[in-house]
């Protein structure tokens, strides 16, 4: 891959009106307002990060996670832009290439989980088992094995490169136009579920036509990630990996000693001992763990972009193994990450407040998939239509196909917010009427 054909400001959908824009702003800010001012990102205030939705505790939304991704996602575009125009100069036009790698990533960073269905990764895992395990098993003979594959192994990532590509009833083609570089910086599995090596996959096979548009023009080769992605997903890792630590200490899962000495992990004896003298300076014990927080965030920036850099040419070349966070130099660093994963597995993901919004998310989506995947299928029965009556106009629920028919459903859930999913789900099952 060669970063002069990587970084375009060409508009997907647009192509035909591509001009060099005279705006202040420059394209890929544009991106950046687009998506800030965009009702699916707007939603994302009332989706299930990890914890329940905030009581009498903040924790965070999938809607602050973004926006806290985004930050760092700058940061580390910043760093590697900075370090690359070190490395190359001005040769070539590469220092007009390396510019907008912050904005690009920032911009990525906002749309990751755009996706994501209601009630976390138990949203996903109730629309795939609904297929996989459930009612949805008698679609299986009328849709081709791609198809199929996109429906039991549904995935938020997929569903993200959907909702921004897409074109809906009655919206413009193209879907949300933004440049193919920050489309292509939000593809972190760039294959079908069908061909995919992993669990997660990147596009559905009714989008994969688009990503071959995108990617084609970009010269990133099949199965290849757009360099770019790399960093977003850094800034992922890093965010919710830390701030899932900070909000259980919130919510008293984990102590202030448990969470002072997994943040302090991070540290080299200097700093540990620097950090230690700063926090006796202030008596609150959130502001203290803020601090080390912001410090540890700091040093995992530093060094993904440190990684980034170092294995540009294996990333250009789509051979580097692992995410930037196992390609992480410091031995330090990487076990004191690797120790935050195993207690959030063993003590945070596992923990009765956790478990409780996952039962619960995943019996109403389910539930969900149950009645409108039926009203689709016998549209003719009167329930039937007065449901369909329900669902927005950018659905294609009367679709010609059964395969089109599954996507709109699929569209209609995933974009729901915890609350409105809820609410319906007790209206179709007759637990609350509609209060005027």
């Known amino acids: 891959m060669i970063w002069q054909e990587l970084i375009t400001t060409l508009r997907y959908g647009q192509e035909n009106w591509h001009r060099p824009n005279p705006d202040i702003r420059n394209e890929f800010q544009r991106d950046f307002d687009r998506l ?5 990102f707007r939603r994302l205030q009332n989706k299930t990060q990890v914890f329940p939705l905030p009581g009498s505790v903040f924790v965070h939304n999938r809607l602050t996670h973004s926006l ?21 100069g001005n040769k070539d036009g590469y220092e007009l290439v390396f510019e907008p790698f912050g904005e690009i990533v920032s911009a990525a960073c906002l749309a990751h989980d755009m996706g994501n269905p209601p009630f976390g990764h138990s949203g996903e895992r109730a629309i795939q088992t609904y297929f996989s395990e459930g009612s949805g098993l008698q679609y299986k003979d009328v849709l081709t094995a791609e198809e199929w594959a996109d429906c039991i192994r549904f995935e938020g990532n997929a569903n993200a490169f959907r909702i921004l590509t897409h074109k809906f009833n009655g919206r413009r083609e193209g879907g949300f136009v933004l440049t193919y570089s920050t489309i292509a910086s939000v593809v972190k599995y760039p ?8 669990k997660k996959f990147g596009f559905f096979t009714d989008d994969k036509q688009g990503w071959a548009r995108i990617s084609g023009e970009l ?3 099949d199965s290849t990630r757009f360099p770019l992605v790399y960093l977003v997903e850094a800034a992922d890792d890093i965010c919710y990996e830390i701030m899932d630590i900070e909000d259980a200490h919130k919510l008293r899962i984990l102590t202030t000693e448990q969470t002072k000495e997994l943040l302090l992990g991070f540290l080299d004896e200097e700093r540990k001992a620097h950090k230690k003298e700063m926090m006796q300076r202030v008596a609150d014990t959130n502001e203290q763990i803020a601090y080390l927080r912001s ?3 700091g040093e995992l920036i530093e060094a993904c972009a440190e990684a980034f850099v170092r294995n540009e040419e294996l990333i250009l070349a789509g051979t580097m193994k692992g995410s930037l966070i196992d390609n992480i130099a410091d031995e330090r660093l990487k076990k004191a990450y690797k120790k935050c994963v195993d207690v959030s597995v063993e003590k945070i993901y596992s923990s009765s407040e956790v478990l409780d919004v996952e039962l619960a998310g995943y019996k109403i989506i389910y539930i969900l998939m149950e009645e409108l995947m039926h009203a689709v299928f016998t549209p003719e029965k009167e329930y039937s239509k007065r449901l369909l009556q329900r669902i927005p106009q950018q659905y294609d629920v009367y679709a010609e196909t059964e395969y089109g028919k599954i996507l709109a459903v699929l569209d209609y859930i995933s974009g729901m917010t915890d609350v409105y999913a809820l609410d319906l789900y007790q209206k179709i099952t007759g637990m609350a009427l509609p209060k005027v």
Request: net charge positive; aromatic share 8%.
């Open 191 to 198: 294959y079908t579920a069908k061909n995919s090596p992993k």
């Open 68 to 88: 806290e991704v985004s930050c760092v996602g700058r940061s580390l575009g910043n760093n590697v832009s900075k370090a690359l125009k070190e490395k190359y």
């Open 295 to 297: 410090s540890v965030i």
């Open 219 to 221: 010269g990133v080769p």
């Open 36 to 40: 800030i001012f965009s009702a699916p």
